[in-house]
């Protein structure tokens, strides 16, 4: 009963290739996000999501394109590998309303680009 | 554009003794997560502070939020290695369900 599911938890590629990465949350939240943690664990937010539509949009280049089946559903497709992609990928998720409640993480998805 | 500093960085601190993290930002919230990270883990909730003096506690973390002073504080007591770990604060940029503005973290290695 993992509350945000990420897959996969591992992903080596070659540059230039394209891949995905996908996110789904069981918890009932309006809101997903995507953050990007680098080398040195700093985590910046990359996109925000409500109710299946884009809110933020990060300056984040635009081989990295996110989508939203459902509310339950925020996937992360990027275009044209680098190596510096390669940084661990987290999707989190909160509820809509101000509640007093935190964001919730997902494992990660560790990305290296070779 | 929100900032949000912490200090020290690096703190490697022996059994027994206390110490402080600090967490600043820049521009007005009311909305300060703290949240610990274990090395190739994700991110755990510690506390969530929600208004100016909220001060929270868990086992030997005590948190606290001071609105005013834009400044938050994650004490340790009488620490123990299994508190060694990355925290990290983080910012609500807005009304609640926006995202959070990370400090850097903090990387606390407790020694014996």
């Known amino acids: 009963d993992t509350a945000v599911s990420q897959t996969p938890k591992y992903l080596v590629t070659q540059m230039g290739n394209d891949k995905s990465i996908k996110c789904e949350q069981n918890l009932g939240h309006d809101t997903m996000y995507w953050y990007k943690q680098d080398s040195k664990k700093f985590l910046k937010i990359m996109f925000s999501?409500?109710?299946?539509?884009?809110?933020i949009n990060e300056t984040v280049p635009n081989r990295f394109s996110p989508k939203s089946p459902d509310k339950a559903h925020l996937n992360l497709h990027i275009n044209s590998l680098e190596l510096g992609d390669s940084a661990v990928y987290f999707c989190?998720?909160?509820?809509?309303?101000?509640?007093?409640?935190?964001?919730?993480f997902g494992p990660g998805t560790r990305l290296l680009v070779l | 554009e929100l900032k949000v500093e912490q200090n020290p960085l690096f703190l490697s601190m022996q059994e027994g003794k206390n110490y402080t993290i600090y967490c600043n930002y820049s521009?007005?919230?009311?909305?300060l997560y703290w949240y610990r990270q274990d090395p190739g883990k994700s991110l755990e909730s510690l506390f969530v502070l929600l208004s100016n003096g909220a001060v929270k506690q868990e086992g030997r973390l005590m948190a606290s939020l001071d609105t005013k002073a834009r400044l938050s504080t994650l004490h340790i007591t009488a620490a123990v290695h299994d508190l060694s770990a990355t925290y990290f604060c983080?910012?609500?940029?807005?009304?609640?369900?926006?995202?959070?503005?990370f400090g850097k973290g903090t990387r606390l290695s407790v020694i014996a």
């Open positions: 989190a998720s909160s509820p809509q309303v101000r509640a007093q409640e935190t964001q919730y």
């Open positions: 521009t007005t919230s009311d909305r």
């Open positions: 999501y409500n109710n299946k539509e884009l809110i």
């Open positions: 983080a910012v609500d940029m807005g009304s609640g369900n926006t995202p959070l503005v």
